[in-house]
């Protein structure tokens, strides 16, 4: 515990020109907290070199082992409120949280001083109930497994080996290459970005093969993996068996189902192709077409596209037709909806792709002396891309149109293809030898999403359905990043790409693996909370073995022995909290953030016993992610909130444990808001799933102030996004009024 603390105000950032800053270092030093505060000092400008100067010597001269710097957010001039030896640092938001943001109440006058005095007191029982983390260094292998020896894998290992590190290359298939190695070529890797180019995968089989740190196996895949990043112990299928720091996740694509297709002549007309197909052809010097048509967006044919009246729908698996069409089943009408679109929505996410392969492959035609023809909805060519894009426009023998198509017939020993809504017309038809259509990039992992991991979770990625099988959640801030600790995903496993693309990927999740490595071996965790020390504590002589915490955590931190007792696995964890939010007998704490420590700090908000008398008070628990930026970016922007309302920040909402909301409301506390990130298909929380379960968490609070003959709606959780700071004034003003309302004070209020 900090016992010997430092208090510093800051003068600066107008919090000076709106609080007596020397009366506040003297409530600090006289405060409740006396016996604590060694020193309490203001300063005009804090984060000044001067500033900083005067807060090192205390630190010298009073041996302080705790420092309280009331001034901006902690989300800016960390590295200058940042000191060496042991001395714990704690900020206290004075500017966003109060003279920025404060609302005058005219009924009340004066509570800015109340909210500064709160906060200090807040910031000065938070540091006194943390300690310094002492974390475990375990010894560390500093070796990278990479799955997958395609394109990407290939220049993962390269990319590992060229950082010093020893590198493990399992590859399923006898020989490396992947995908890329019968690609006759791919769409432009580097300058002048206008014409197709070499994949150059020959040369990266060949630097692999003669590279003395890296370790190939080739035929054979992955059996078990075992521990922890840093000392991941791995078994072949072949009874190979080594010891691995971290993984790069690179097992790329296959081909996705075409029978969506067949609406379009798929499976039915000879000469219709995926672009997969047509790519083994041209690589082969098979072509044999002169003139071919290249359909880039089936989806919108498949979806729901406008026929000439007088077509006829053919349900497929005894669908109807749609709900909005003229006609009923077999009958004339304007729509049909093909119904298997689940099975097409790999092609939706590859839809990027789809646009630069077709003008690869109609450059194929072009160079051979044939016509290309591509049709689309959307020509998608992003970035420097443009210039092959305009490249192909150039070419006479390539032509390009937006337009509908619909319909796909045989005709003539050629096969027909019917667009609308056309760049030439409002209706044209192109007789082609060859129609090609997209090839779906489906990740490994939607085909089996097991990666043999050891885990009381299980050997696969969690909910692998909620992102269609892609080895990692794209909704979340950190690329490359896996719900696996230690497991990194680069390539088309983590979402379509070209061999561009994938290379930079490559270095990506190589990076990242590597940093794992060395986080591990100094005792810190990975994102978010990068370098953080602390770890959970246990204390088994209450557990339960009631399994909250090891379900419930979203990264497979945690396995368990025969009777349920948590085994912790420490390079695993990302220190959100979950499991201490999830634990009833409150037996997981962290040195720094522990339920104590919060809820000490509740309980130095000044509640009045009337609301009449200084106002209403709520608790606001804030994830530090999205929610806690969101406020600091409100006050930024001159935003101004209920001057009733106190900020804690929490590393996510999975921490929060029902025991806080219990303190705040025996304290006479009259509502608490949870604002957390947003969840559910669309989520943004950083730690997956915090938000969701602490909304589940919430009915069991219910029942508890239910019991306690508390209103349950004093208590509410409400979701925000990093970019939505201009809602937050508003869900505070209806979330207080609601209280004061149709509620009153809280019944415990002067107990």
């Not at 007596?20 to 309490?40: I, M, P, T, W, Y």
């Not at 192909?392 to 390539?398: F, G, I, T």
Request: with cysteine; net charge negative.
């Amino acid at each position: 515990m900090a016992e010997k603390l430092g208090v510093y105000i800051c003068g600066g950032c107008d919090i000076g020109a709106n609080l007596d800053v020397d009366a506040l270092a003297e409530f600090a030093q006289n405060g409740r907290h006396s016996s604590f505060v060694k020193v309490a000092k203001s300063n005009q400008v804090l984060c000044s070199p001067e500033g900083k100067a005067m807060i090192e010597a205390d630190i010298a001269e009073n041996e302080l082992d705790g420092v309280v710097c009331c001034a901006c957010s902690p989300r800016v001039k960390w590295d200058v409120f940042k000191f060496d030896g042991p001395t714990q640092v704690e900020r206290v938001n004075l500017r966003e949280f109060c003279v920025w943001s404060f609302e005058d109440d005219p009924k009340l006058p004066g509570q800015m001083e109340v909210i500064a005095k709160d906060y200090i007191n807040m910031g000065i029982a938070k540091i006194n109930g943390s300690n310094i983390p002492n974390p475990e260094l375990p010894e560390t292998v500093k070796a990278v497994m990479v799955m997958g020896g395609g394109f990407t894998g290939l220049n993962a290992a390269l990319n590992a080996a060229s950082l010093g590190y020893d590198v493990v290359l399992v590859e399923k298939e006898d020989k490396l290459g992947g995908k890329a190695a019968v690609f006759k070529a791919s769409f432009p890797l580097a300058y002048p970005y206008d014409r197709n180019q070499e994949t150059g995968v020959e040369g990266l089989i060949a630097d692999v093969e003669g590279n003395g740190k890296i370790k190939v196996f080739k035929g054979t895949t992955v059996k078990a993996v075992e521990g922890a990043p840093g000392n991941y112990n791995v078994t072949l299928a072949n009874g190979e068996a080594f010891e691995i720091g971290s993984i790069v996740l690179a097992t790329g694509w296959v081909p996705g189902d075409a029978k969506y297709l067949e609406p379009l002549g798929y499976g039915k007309i000879k000469n219709v192709l995926t672009t997969r197909e047509f790519e083994l052809k041209a690589a082969e010097g098979s072509l044999g077409a002169q003139t071919v048509c290249f359909i880039c967006d089936p989806g919108k044919f498949m979806e729901g596209v406008s026929y000439e009246a007088g077509a006829v729908c053919e349900p497929v698996e005894e669908l109807p037709c749609d709900e909005t069409a003229e006609g009923g089943e077999g009958e004339e009408c304007e729509t049909f909806v093909y119904p298997d679109k689940e099975s097409a929505k790999h092609l939706a996410y590859s839809s990027e792709l789809t646009s630069l392969v077709a003008l690869k492959q109609a450059n194929y035609v072009a160079e051979a002396g044939g016509m290309a023809y591509i049709l689309y909805d959307h020509m998608m060519v992003p970035g420097i891309n443009e210039q092959y894009y305009k490249a192909a426009q150039d070419n006479p023998a390539v032509m390009l149109s937006k337009a509908d198509v619909v319909e796909v017939r045989e005709e003539g020993g050629s096969v027909v293809v019917v667009a609308k809504n056309t760049l030439l017309g409002d209706r044209i038809e192109i007789a082609a030898d060859l129609v090609v259509l997209p090839t779906a990039m489906v990740p490994t992992t939607a085909a089996d999403p097991t990666i043999n991991l050891v885990y009381r979770q299980g050997p696969a990625f969690p909910d692998l359905e909620l992102f269609d099988g892609f080895a990692d959640s794209n909704y979340i801030c950190f690329p490359y990043e896996t719900r696996r600790t230690g497991v990194y995903a680069a390539g088309a496993v983590r979402q379509p790409m070209g061999l561009g693309l994938s290379r930079e990927d490559a270095a990506g999740a190589t990076l990242k693996a590597i940093q794992c490595i060395e986080s591990a071996n100094h005792g810190v965790a990975v994102h978010p909370r990068s370098g953080d020390l602390s770890y959970p504590v246990f204390n088994f002589t209450r557990c339960t073995q009631c399994k909250r915490c090891t379900e419930e955590c979203p990264f497979g931190a945690l396995d368990d022995d025969e009777k349920g007792t948590p085994k912790p696995n420490p390079t695993r964890c990302r220190r959100c909290g979950t499991c201490m939010g999830a634990c009833p007998e409150r037996v997981i704490s962290f040195d720094n953030y522990n339920i104590g420590q919060i809820g000490t700090t509740i309980k130095q908000v000044n509640v009045p016993d009337k609301i009449e008398e200084g106002g209403p008070r709520i608790i606001v628990l804030a994830c530090e992610n999205d929610a806690y930026p969101a406020l600091d970016m409100a006050a930024m922007r001159g935003r101004k909130w209920n001057p009733y309302v106190r900020f804690i920040p929490v590393r996510c909402l999975g921490s929060v444990n029902a025991i806080w909301v219990a303190d705040a409301m025996s304290k006479g506390v009259d509502g608490v808001m949870m604002l957390g990130c947003k969840y559910g298909d669309d989520y943004q929380c950083h730690f997956v799933k915090g938000s969701e379960l602490c909304s589940r968490r919430k009915e069991n609070i219910a029942e508890s102030l239910g019991r306690l003959g508390v209103e349950p709606e004093r208590v509410e959780q409400y979701e925000l996004s990093i970019d939505e700071y201009d809602k937050v004034p508003g869900l505070i003003e209806d979330f207080v009024s609601n209280i004061t309302t149709n509620f009153g004070p809280n019944p415990f209020k002067g107990y």
